[in-house]
């Protein structure tokens, strides 16, 4: 209990010095040695803590010394951590999006959010709020590395869909699957596409193309957020700028849903803004 009480006090310092560029470089070091030594010996009581430690260490800025701690987050993601993989997220999200030339600067980060991502989704004990959170790195992974996570997209994408032919039994984890899929459709449609065509739905072996846009389409009405429906808004129009002629296949049959998709997506992104 004393070691939890002085981790919230050490959070409640680091709120308060955020913004104060020169006392967080002074006490960098010192709580992120803090952190390593907790991960390092696997003081699970204090993971929690840890873990917002290193988000408060990483939100504004992501110092050389910081980017040593990212392999010992998925170290102990590996060693015990699956558990408090929605408690890494926050820290995992600054990593990829705070300083986007070094996080890409090593191909092994993308590897690393990509294998700790896979093996929520892949894993049946780990529960849909947590594969949820999964997506989402993805999808902000998708989105931040674009050109240079074009390797990784057709693995991305089958993991996704793979999950979302299991039994589902939150709509959001659903939801969520599928916006990793329209992520990657707004950074490569051709490229995407391409992977969705030769993909197929167990245990029938129908195509996966046409049903997955048939799915999005139908679910329009259902998104939720600014940001979920400019991505679904943007997602869209990337696919039907490659249509030069006559409606492709996998969209001609769902041609009829393709504008009331749109209208909901416009509509609602409008009471988005409204509510904000």
Same mark, same amino acid.
């Given at each position: 209990?004393?070691?939890?009480?002085?981790?919230?006090?050490?959070?409640? !310092?680091?709120?308060a010095?955020?913004?104060?560029?020169?006392? $967080?470089?002074?006490?960098?070091?010192?709580? /992120?040695?803090?952190?390593?030594?907790? +991960?390092?010996h696997?003081?699970?009581?204090?993971?929690?803590e840890?873990?917002?430690?290193?988000?408060? =260490?990483?939100l504004?800025?992501?110092?050389?010394?910081?980017?040593? =701690?990212?392999? +010992?987050?998925?170290?102990?993601?590996?060693?015990? /951590?699956?558990?408090?993989?929605v408690?890494?997220?926050?820290?995992v999200?600054?990593?990829?999006?705070?300083?986007?030339?070094?996080?890409l600067?090593?191909?092994?980060?993308?590897?690393?959010?990509?294998?700790?991502c896979?093996?929520? !989704?892949?894993?049946?004990?780990?529960?849909?709020?947590?594969?949820?959170?999964?997506?989402?790195?993805?999808?902000? $992974?998708?989105?931040?590395?674009?050109?240079?996570?074009?390797? !990784?997209?057709?693995?991305?994408? %089958?993991?996704? =869909?793979?999950r979302?032919?299991?039994?589902?039994?939150?709509?959001l984890?659903?939801?969520?699957?599928?916006?990793?899929?329209?992520?990657?459709l707004?950074v490569?449609?051709?490229?995407?596409?391409?992977? +969705?065509?030769?993909l197929?739905?167990?245990?029938?072996?129908?195509?996966?193309?046409?049903?997955?846009?048939?799915?999005?389409?139908?679910?329009?009405?259902?998104?939720?957020?600014?940001?979920?429906? %400019?991505?679904?808004?943007l997602? +869209?129009?990337?696919?039907? /700028?490659?249509?030069?002629?006559?409606?492709?296949?996998?969209?001609?049959?769902?041609?009829?849903?393709?504008?009331?998709?749109?209208?909901? !997506?416009?509509?609602?992104?409008? %009471?988005a803004?409204?509510?904000?």
């Amino acid at each position: 209990m004393t070691a939890i009480g002085l981790l919230s006090s050490l959070q409640t !310092l680091l709120v308060a010095v955020q913004n104060n560029p020169h006392i $967080m470089e002074i006490i960098e070091q010192d709580c /992120g040695n803090l952190c390593a030594v907790i +991960l390092q010996h696997g003081v699970l009581d204090v993971y929690e803590e840890a873990f917002v430690i290193l988000s408060q =260490l990483t939100l504004n800025s992501i110092s050389p010394f910081m980017w040593q =701690l990212f392999p +010992l987050l998925y170290q102990c993601f590996c060693d015990d /951590g699956f558990d408090y993989f929605v408690d890494m997220v926050p820290a995992v999200h600054n990593f990829i999006t705070i300083d986007p030339p070094a996080f890409l600067s090593n191909p092994a980060n993308m590897q690393t959010v990509y294998d700790m991502c896979t093996k929520i !989704l892949e894993n049946e004990n780990c529960g849909e709020d947590a594969q949820s959170h999964a997506c989402k790195v993805l999808e902000v $992974m998708v989105l931040q590395c674009k050109d240079t996570v074009s390797q !990784l997209l057709p693995r991305i994408i %089958k993991t996704v =869909l793979e999950r979302v032919t299991k039994t589902v039994k939150m709509k959001l984890c659903r939801s969520m699957c599928l916006q990793v899929v329209i992520a990657a459709l707004y950074v490569n449609p051709i490229g995407v596409i391409e992977v +969705l065509e030769k993909l197929t739905m167990p245990p029938t072996g129908e195509p996966v193309c046409s049903q997955f846009f048939s799915q999005w389409f139908k679910q329009a009405d259902c998104v939720r957020g600014v940001h979920n429906r %400019k991505i679904g808004i943007l997602g +869209l129009v990337s696919v039907l /700028g490659r249509c030069a002629g006559p409606l492709p296949a996998y969209l001609a049959a769902c041609a009829h849903e393709i504008v009331p998709a749109f209208l909901a !997506l416009f509509s609602g992104l409008e %009471k988005a803004y409204q509510s904000r």
